[in-house]
T-cell receptor, first 116, second 113 residues
């Protein structure tokens, strides 16, 4: 089954304690992205990657890091989480060969993060 | 700066009624306008999308209406069903810029039985 998986699904942590949210896709997609979803703000892009070792900032990259060492994995790293990073996080992937109108972006199930 | 503004924030409709969600955009370079549907505990999933060379696209009970001059587009759900209860997001992108999607704020739709 084609899917994007995220782990953990739920995480409660404390300010300053480094954490990593993993994202993996089994569709051999080149493009991967992280979004955060907040009430009244919709989804905002944090970082994206067009391929292995190629990453770039989205709209709200402050306080986050990513890496793309393998095509299937795109972890999101919060080196020193703060309460304003409490949010629902989604990973997504799609093929790069086509455009958005021809190749759907698939989203993972989400990770709900609470930073106390 | 919200480049895609969506309304209403929440919507309650009776079964069989028509649900209408509106979006307005600022960037005239946007050339692809998808709608995503999100059920509780799930990620968003593409529902229907339109390009600005057409004014309307229909897929089953879902229709997108697009007004290029007004920079607005809307989602119409005909014969709304309780199973349509979900959060709906409009989005926009510039296809030549890659995969960057700009989302609206979201609309929580509740369809009462």
């Amino acid at each position: 089954e084609a899917q994007v998986t995220q782990n953990p699904r739920y995480l409660i942590t404390v300010t300053g304690k480094k954490l990593t949210v993993t994202c993996s896709q089994n569709m051999n997609h080149e493009y991967m992205s992280w979004y955060r979803q907040d009430p009244g703000l919709g989804l905002r892009q944090i970082y994206y990657s067009m391929n292995v070792e190629v990453t770039d900032k989205g709209d709200v990259p402050e306080g986050y890091k990513v890496s793309r060492k393998e095509k299937r994995n795109f972890p999101l790293i919060l080196e020193s989480p703060s309460p304003n990073q409490t949010s629902l996080y989604f990973c997504a992937s799609r093929r790069v060969a086509g455009t958005l109108s021809t190749d759907t972006q698939y989203f993972g199930p989400g990770t709900r993060l609470t930073v106390l | 700066q919200q480049q895609v503004k969506q309304s209403p924030q929440s919507l309650i409709v009776q079964k069989g009624g028509i649900s209408i969600i509106n979006c307005a955009y600022e960037n005239t370079a946007f050339d692809y306008f998808p709608w995503y549907q999100q059920f509780p505990g799930k990620g968003p999933a593409l529902l229907i999308a339109i390009r600005p060379d057409v004014s309307e696209k229909k897929e089953g009970r879902f229709t997108i209406s697009f007004n290029k001059s007004a920079k607005q587009f809307s989602l119409h759900i005909m014969d709304s069903q309780p199973g349509d209860s979900a959060t709906y997001f409009c989005a926009a992108s510039i296809e030549t810029s890659g995969s960057r999607l700009t989302f609206g704020e979201g609309t929580q739709l509740t369809v009462n039985p």
